[in-house]
Each structure stands twice: as C-alpha cells, then as structure tokens.
C-alpha cells in the first residue's frame, strides 16, 4: 500500500469478510479514528490510513486548507492526488485479502470525510456504509462524480455535523446533505450539540449505523 496505515484484523478472514477504512482529519493521524475499533464488530477488518502530507505538531493532512479564503478553501490538485492515493489503497487492501464478496465501508471525519464523499460518488460500486463526520461534499473534487439512481442504491451515508462547528460550517454539511438528497441516496443527517468533533451521542448513532 502507498499510505501508511494500522489494521485490525479478526480471527478468520474469508472473501465476504467486511472491510472498513478510516480516513482522519487535517492535522490528526490514523491513531485518531482508530479508537473506534473497541465498539466496532470484531469480525471487521479496520484500516485506518495516515494521510501523505505533514503538519505542524507531528501530525498529517491530505491536503491544504487556507482558513482565510472560503472560495479557495481546499487545496484541489492535492485533494485530488490523496483520493487517488486512498483509492489505490482501498483496492490494494481488497487484494490483498481477497474480499471478493465483502462489504466495503467508509469513515471520514473533517478532511477525511470530505474524501469519502468524492470516493462514494465516483466509486459507488466499491462501498456500502459511508459515515461523513463534521465534512462536506467539496464540489471542486466531485467532477465525474455517478448520477445514476441504480448504481447508488446500495450506498448508505451517515452525515453528522455539529451545531457549533468553527471549521467546518454547519451550513456546509446541510448542504451535502441536500445534494445526498437530489441523488436520490439513502442518508442519516443528524445534528448534534457540538463542535468539530464527535461526541457521545454522535459516536452511539455512528456505532448504531455501523452496527446494521
């Protein structure tokens, strides 16, 4: 794989195995979401990839972020080089494991979940339950993204966002939430009183979600 990673693996591995991968947000590593395997189901298998790209403080992105200029918010040929990144090894892990017949799922907070929105939509057929926490759909990555009805019906999004989130607009996750809605995608939206970040109830519905 060309992304560092950790995985949990379960005891027996066979080609319906589910698989999901992680992807943590702007200055955080894969450590982060990680913490979540301990309520996750035990026969998953759970990458949780490191993001290519330094930060201060140890820490890693997937790409730019200028805080200062809302239009220019991302930075759009790093974002695109680290989904490619994601996507190549998303389906190196499949291989690698030989799921043939596996459930793929997604979980993305911030930056990470910005990313899983673009790798659902354009891959639709890869995935299954897609968790986008405290993100948004960033349409400047969403080109060629898959409009037809019948080739996103076995997609499934949980959108969490908090009420008082300083990074990331709420407005902006109502948004995506509504584009979810024009595609005709099976989604959960939930708000939560919070900030950028997930807390106990958000995590017990994720878990729920995951859980189905």
């Known amino acids: 794989m060309n992304l560092d990673y950790l995985v949990r693996e379960p005891e027996n591995i066979t080609s319906s195995t589910p698989i999901l991968f992680m992807l943590h947000g702007y200055g955080s590593n894969e450590q982060d979401l990680f913490s979540f395997r301990e309520t996750l189901p035990k026969d998953w298998i759970i990458i949780s990839f490191r993001a290519p790209r330094d930060t201060q403080f140890e820490g890693y992105s997937w790409f730019d972020i200028n805080f200062n200029d809302p239009e220019n918010y991302i930075d759009v040929p790093q974002a695109k080089e680290s989904l490619n990144s994601a996507l190549e090894s998303i389906l190196k892990a499949i291989n690698h494991y030989g799921l043939t017949e596996s ?46 009805k019948k ?6 999004f949980f959108v969490s966002h908090g009420t008082d989130d300083a990074v990331i607009p709420l407005e902006w996750g109502r948004k995506s939430a509504e584009l979810l809605y024009d595609l005709n995608c099976y989604f959960t939206f939930r708000e939560y009183m919070s900030g950028h970040g997930v807390n106990q109830k958000n995590y017990m519905d994720l878990m729920d979600f995951f859980s189905k």
């Open 103 to 148: 459930k793929v799922h997604l979980c993305g907070f911030s930056q990470g979940g910005i990313l899983c929105y673009a790798l659902a939509l354009k891959h639709p057929e890869l995935f299954t339950n897609v968790a986008c926490l405290s993100a948004y759909a960033e349409e400047k990555i969403l080109d060629g993204i898959v409009k037809d």
């Open 151 to 156: 080739k996103l019906e076995k997609l499934r």
